[in-house]
T-cell receptor, first 114, second 114 residues
Framework: DTGVSQDPRHKITKRGQNVTFRCDPISEHNRLYWYRQTLGQGPEFLTYFQNEAQLEKSRLLSDRFSAERPKGSFSTLEIQRTEQGDSAMYLC????????????FGPGTRLTVT | QQQVKQSPQSLIVQKGGISIINCAYENTAFDYFPWYQQFPGKGPALLIAIRPDVSEKKEGRFTISFNKSAKQFSLHIMDSQPGDSATYFCAASGASGGSYIPTFGRGTSLIVHP
């Protein structure tokens, strides 16, 4: 299966620690998106890349959050000095460019900050 | 401000019945309306999508009805099955800056009783 993959699937960390998540998109997709999803809510957009360029960031993406896609393939999302409010599912999605709306989501990384 | 309003929040139907989920949007620039299905612990999966140039799209047991003038669209699941029990999200997106970033509704938890 060559779908979107994310690692780790689950992460438990203590408040104040840094965490990093990885996303591997579908290989021919050059757009990559990060979302956050809390219980009972739909996914909320965080940021997106076209190839290695980060083109848009949401106001939800505070200074403690940083995302990279250095070679235009996989991406990482880092959260520094985690807070309990960061507990959520972090979803990655990918799509083709050139007018394609269809986004394909990965299984997500469940973050719990204790 | 919620740009996509989804109802009901939860829905219980009997096997073989029709499940109907409704969404309303505000931004007239939206031109792509997908529905996603999400099972617990999984990422959302694209189910079916419609563009505003048609009023209805059917794929198997799933149908989207679209009313452009009312800015509303709905998902109908015919002959609902227990395996359809999941959370369903509507979304809307437009080519704002070429990003096609969807705005999601809050989701509907569907339970189909056998």
């Amino acid at each position: 299966d060559t779908g979107v993959s994310q690692d780790p699937r689950h992460k438990i960390t203590k408040r104040g620690q840094n965490v990093t998540f990885r996303c591997d998109p579908i290989s021919e997709h050059n757009r990559l998106y990060w979302y956050r999803q809390t219980l009972g809510q739909g996914p909320e957009f965080l940021t997106y890349f076209q190839n290695e360029a980060q083109l848009e960031k949401s106001r939800l993406l505070s200074d403690r959050f940083s995302a990279e896609r250095p070679k235009g393939s996989f991406s990482t999302l880092e959260i520094q000095r985690t807070e309990q409010g960061d507990s959520a599912m972090y979803l990655c999605a990918s799509s083709r460019s050139g007018g394609s709306y269809e986004q394909y989501f990965g299984p997500g990384t469940r973050l719990t900050v204790t | 401000q919620q740009q996509v309003k989804q109802s009901p929040q939860s829905l219980i139907v009997q096997k073989g019945g029709i499940s109907i989920i409704n969404c309303a949007y505000e931004n007239t620039a939206f031109d792509y309306f997908p529905w996603y299905q999400q099972f617990p612990g999984k990422g959302p999966a694209l189910l079916i999508a419609i563009r505003p140039d048609v009023s209805e799209k059917k794929e198997g047991r799933f149908t989207i009805s679209f009313n452009k003038s009312a800015k509303q669209f709905s998902l109908h699941i015919m002959d609902s099955q227990p395996g359809d029990s999941a959370t369903y999200f509507c979304a809307a997106s437009g080519a704002s800056g070429g990003s096609y970033i969807p705005t999601f509704g809050r989701g509907t938890s569907l339970i189909v009783h056998p």
